[in-house]
């Protein structure tokens, strides 16, 4: 069976109502579970930062992703300006925290991921989304107008408001959340967000529900949830509750890439002052595989 992207399944007037859902959530926006209400149409500034217009930092085929969204062709990465989750340890410090980029139209985003399916890249890979839901599904459905045929992967930080993903039913064919933390001193001191494992996991389940486990045709994925996880020093990210939930509530067969590229950076407590061990890292594989996840992606540099 060949699978075409899901936004392909939808009339003009079922893209619409889904744009303007998602309009209504910006005006006083609840694009994220922060729901900071900030008029960002009249210029006020939420806890991301973003205006009402796209920012882009950069965009191409991109070849650092897993092999099934990277392929021969690259997977066609659009970098988004500012980010709902601003954590201190981030390595895209430049675009996430400090803004950097310029805006695009939605027309000129459309146009960008023509290009980006014209070099043969196999899927649209949207990095940092969240905060521009309303503009990228605009953006979508004036590329899918002019040709667009390829997967849409939604590449997010996992704080995600389970109405917004809700809404994105058909539209994206692949989802790539992280899952940062299970506890809730971690999420609160390096991302000021208490309640990110409740939201993450309510937004997981709600992905699930719409693309289930990654489906490949020719060894690319065209379809599923694909979870990345980052190990951190002195399990602070809580792997273990992370490995359960997914094990329990999506599928022994979810996908996980299990990523061991932290670097200290940034305003970080002490103990996060250094890179993970190879113990570290291969007991976290190990556990995965012990509660029974069957799917893991591991790195094999280190
Ligand atoms: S997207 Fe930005 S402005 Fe909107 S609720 Fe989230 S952090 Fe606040």
């Known amino acids: 069976m060949h699978l075409t992207p899901s936004y392909k399944s939808l009339n003009p007037a079922q893209f619409q109502e889904k744009i303007e859902a998602l309009e209504s959530m910006l005006q006083e926006c609840k694009l994220c579970p922060r729901k900071c209400k900030a008029k960002r149409e009249s210029g006020e500034k939420g806890f991301c930062r973003a205006g009402a217009n796209l920012w882009i930092s950069s965009y191409g085929a991109h070849f650092g992703e897993e092999e099934i969204l990277v392929g021969s062709y690259g997977s066609g990465t659009i970098f988004f300006t500012w980010c709902n989750l601003r954590c201190s340890f981030c390595q895209n410090y430049d675009i996430s925290l400090e803004g950097n980029g310029e805006s695009v139209s939605e027309q000129q985003c459309a146009e ?18 969240t905060h521009y839901t309303p503009q990228i599904v605009k953006s979508i459905k004036i590329a899918s107008e002019k040709g667009l045929n390829i997967p849409i992967v939604w590449n997010c930080g996992g704080y995600e408001s389970f109405e917004v993903i809700r809404t994105l039913d058909k539209i994206v064919d692949i989802y790539m959340p992280d899952i940062k933390y299970s506890n809730s001193e971690a999420a609160t001191l390096l991302s000021n967000a208490p309640d990110y494992f409740e939201r993450c996991k309510e937004a997981i389940i709600e992905m699930y529900r719409q693309v289930g486990n990654i489906q490949i045709e020719n060894n690319i994925a065209k379809r599923g949830l694909l979870i990345r996880h980052l190990v951190l020093p002195e399990d602070l990210a809580g792997s273990e509750q992370i490995f359960m939930f997914l094990k329990n509530e999506i599928s022994p067969d979810v996908f996980i890439n299990i990523m061991a590229q932290y670097r200290p950076y940034g305003n970080i407590p002490e103990k996060m002052g250094r890179r993970i061990t190879i113990n570290e890292y291969r007991n976290a594989i190990i556990l995965a595989r012990k509660i029974g996840l069957r799917n893991i992606i591991h790195s094999t540099t280190f």
């Open 112 to 129: 960008i991921m023509i290009y980006l399916q014209k070099r043969g890249c196999h899927n649209i890979n949207l990095v940092t989304p």
